[in-house]
Nanobody, 124 residues
Framework: VQLQASGGGLVQAGDSLRLSCATS????????LGWFQEAPGKERKFVAV????????YYADSVKGRFTISRDSAKNTLYLEMQGLKAEDTAVYYC??????????????????WGKGTLVTVSS
């Protein structure tokens, strides 16, 4: 499975941004998918995950109500719509995938495949 994240950039607090993650290599519908963030000097942590069907999603408390994860099976692409961005959202964002059965886990260890990250910088 190959993943390629894009869409990061420099924005101001309160702005919106949409990240995309193009996938290839395995049937999109077999993949549980997620977004994780890694801030400078901190460990990688969970942001949001979405099930194979797209019918279930789960968010970190810090982004709930501001971020929306979605997937487009026609484009084999995962998205993260980010609104009301805050300085503390500044991080490298990684998309990740897993072929494991069941709902997606929220630990980085639950994911098997990772894309290169895309940097989001929010200025206050």
């Amino acid at each position: 499975v190959q993943l390629q994240a894009s869409g990061g950039g420099l924005v101001q607090a309160g702005d919106s941004l949409r990240l995309s993650c193009a996938t290839s290599g395995r049937a999109f519908g077999l993949l549980n998918l997620g977004w994780f963030q890694e801030a400078p000097g901190k460990e990688r942590k969970f942001v949001a995950v979405i099930s194979r069907s797209g019918g279930w999603a789960y968010y970190a408390d810090s982004v709930k109500g501001r971020f929306t994860i979605s997937r487009d099976s026609a484009k084999n692409t995962l998205y993260l719509e980010m609104q009301g961005l805050k300085a503390e959202d500044t991080a490298v964002y990684y998309c990740a995938a897993s072929l494991r059965t069941g709902r997606p886990g929220i630990s980085p260890d639950d994911m098997e495949y990772w894309g290169k990250g895309t940097l989001v910088t929010v200025s206050s």
